[in-house]
């Protein structure tokens, strides 16, 4: 298994503003994923980011509002930029497992509310 | 993309009693995947189901994947209060195998409370 921390864990900012989310994990880790939860609606990856080479994003994300780094394998950040209420969110970071990528570990999550 | 409905949205039952979990997609599933969610605290992975008919069970957890692979349902018996929290799916699209990594699709998600 791995340890996912994430930081903040909760934030309320102000529309137009950004905010970047940590990702640390007690091990490294080649795969790394992005989701979003907003209100009565399910997980939605929002990119994968592999160290080493840019993130993958979904269809709907991009990469000027949403920037990720990978700058080593127990590392991540996500940034929610130019930000809106409809970006107020859970955003959640995992992991895939080192033995299988049938499994994935998550972080707990960073609550975001924009105002 | 994948779309997972799952149901009931939310259960309550008496501890000791069984309960099943539903979750049903509009197009077959590669892999089918089973995370409980406490309150705080990240995904853990329950159980993955890849082949029609499959079923597999985790000590009072049992989920099984339909001969279809459209519907995957989770029962727990017995219910004890530390099976409450709310209970994902989510489907393995790509159908890729490692090199590929997976993408993950989630249901909306189910949250269960065990009365005591």
């Known amino acids: 298994s791995a340890v996912i921390s994430q930081k903040p864990s909760r934030d309320i900012c102000q529309r137009g503003t950004s905010l970047t989310i940590q990702c640390q994990v007690d091990s490294q880790v080649t795969m790394m994923f992005w989701y979003r939860q907003q209100p009565g609606q399910s997980l939605t990856l929002i990119a994968t980011a592999n160290q080493g080479s840019e993130a993958t994003y979904e269809s709907g994300f991009v990469i000027d509002k949403f920037p990720i780094s990978r700058p080593n394998l127990t590392f991540s950040t996500l940034t929610v930029s130019n930000m809106s209420p409809e970006d107020s969110s859970i955003y959640l970071c995992?992991?895939?497992?080192?033995?299988?990528?049938?499994?994935?570990?998550f972080g707990p999550g960073t609550r975001l509310t924009v105002l | 993309s994948q779309e997972l409905e799952q149901s009931p949205q939310s259960l309550i039952v008496q501890e000791g009693k069984n309960l099943t979990i539903n979750c049903t997609s509009s197009k077959t599933l590669y892999g089918l995947y089973w995370y409980k969610q406490k309150y705080g605290e990240g995904l853990i992975f329950l159980m993955m189901l890849q082949k029609g008919g499959e079923e597999k069970s985790h000590e009072k957890i049992t989920a099984k994947l339909d001969e279809k692979k459209q519907q995957s349902s989770l029962h727990i018996t017995a219910s004890q209060p530390s099976h409450a929290g709310i209970y994902l799916c989510?489907?393995?699209?790509?159908?890729?195998?490692?090199?590929?990594?997976?993408?993950?699709?989630f249901g909306t998600g189910t949250s269960l409370t065990v009365i005591p």
């Open positions: 995992s992991v895939a497992g080192r033995l299988s990528y049938n499994e994935q570990f």
């Open positions: 989510g489907a393995d699209e790509s159908g890729g195998g490692s090199n590929t990594g997976n993408q993950f699709y």
